[in-house]
């Protein structure tokens, strides 16, 4: 029986709205435990990273070549000690899953995950997050995961964010709307596999994820799903701080998730950007459990 261990990394540093940190512990009363179980895998949870308030640090304190990135020492911190807990979880044979806060601290869980393997990883989102410091319109490093770990302009070489193990023909984008113009450029210049909701509209969500598995996982000893919930629409998930018109259905969603499990080759997960504050009824955690339930195996019969 796959064990899954759940890994709280409460950090807001990312973001542009404050609440996020929050995400892990409105995840975890949203049932994540008990739907993982009737997904019919054991849960261990690690509890949370130790995470300092933002508010106690200055976001300007750290720059990162040319340009600016906010709070950049305190996630590197975050994330070097998430891609201990990450890469321990695997040597222990269980199945990381990381509740952001957060879309920084995927920087820590690929770090973590291609410590030791080659990996692929899909990106379920409706950012790139291939921004740099020099690139970024607002410095938050929530749209630089991505980039940091493939080791992007300023991130070149930056041995805590760089995931030595991942290569961009492995990585594959699904579901972009909103993607900045230094972005675009580097999608086309790098060769990545990018599904914009065009190409869902048009293909459907089964062949874009099927396709997208596929891609990520060809030779490789496993693949790291991210899952921001503003990759769906804000009708189905208002708890996230930079909402994006024209998301993913409940069910797209679902589906999604359900060929992810199907795919046999789920190495890591994270689930990021839940914010409480933001959220009615905590209804958008409580979507997050259920997804996450999916790609572990939940099914209706």
């Not at 869902?200 to 899952?227: K, P």
Request: glycine letters at 12%.
């Amino acid at each position: 029986m796959t064990t899954v261990r759940i890994i709280g990394a409460p950090t807001d540093y990312g973001a542009n709205r404050r609440g996020v940190d929050m995400g892990p512990s409105a995840i975890r009363y949203g049932g994540l435990a008990e739907e993982l179980a009737g997904a019919g895998v054991e849960t261990t949870d690690g509890g949370d990273l130790l995470v300092p308030r933002a508010e106690e640090r200055d976001p300007d304190a750290e720059q990162l070549g040319a340009g600016n990135a906010k709070f950049l020492r305190e996630t590197a911190d975050v994330c070097a000690r998430l891609g201990d807990e990450v890469a321990a979880t695997l040597a222990a044979g269980e199945v990381p899953l990381a509740l952001g806060g957060d879309h920084s601290i995927a920087i820590g869980c690929l770090v973590g995950s291609a410590r030791d393997a080659e990996i692929g990883a899909v990106w379920f989102d409706a950012h790139a997050d291939l921004n740099t410091p020099s690139t970024s319109p607002s410095g938050n490093v929530h749209g630089m995961p991505l980039a940091a770990a493939l080791g992007v302009g300023e991130f070149e070489g930056v041995e805590w964010a760089n995931a030595p193990g991942l290569s961009p023909e492995n990585v594959v984008l699904v579901g972009l709307r909103s993607v900045d113009d230094a972005e675009v450029e580097l999608i086309r210049e790098r060769g990545f596999t990018a599904y914009t909701m065009s190409d869902i509209d048009e293909r459907g969500i089964t062949t874009v994820t099927e396709e997208a598995m596929a891609v990520a996982s060809a030779g490789l000893d496993g693949v790291h799903v991210s899952l921001d919930l503003d990759w769906l629409d804000p009708h189905e998930a208002p708890g996230v701080g930079t909402p994006v018109r024209g998301g993913v259905t409940y069910r797209e969603a679902h589906t999604a998730m359900e060929l992810v499990n199907e795919a046999d080759c789920l190495r890591s997960m994270e689930l990021v950007e839940v914010n409480p504050t933001l959220d009615q009824h905590n209804e958008t955690a409580e979507l997050a459990t259920e997804l996450a339930a999916s790609a572990f195996g939940k099914r209706v019969l």
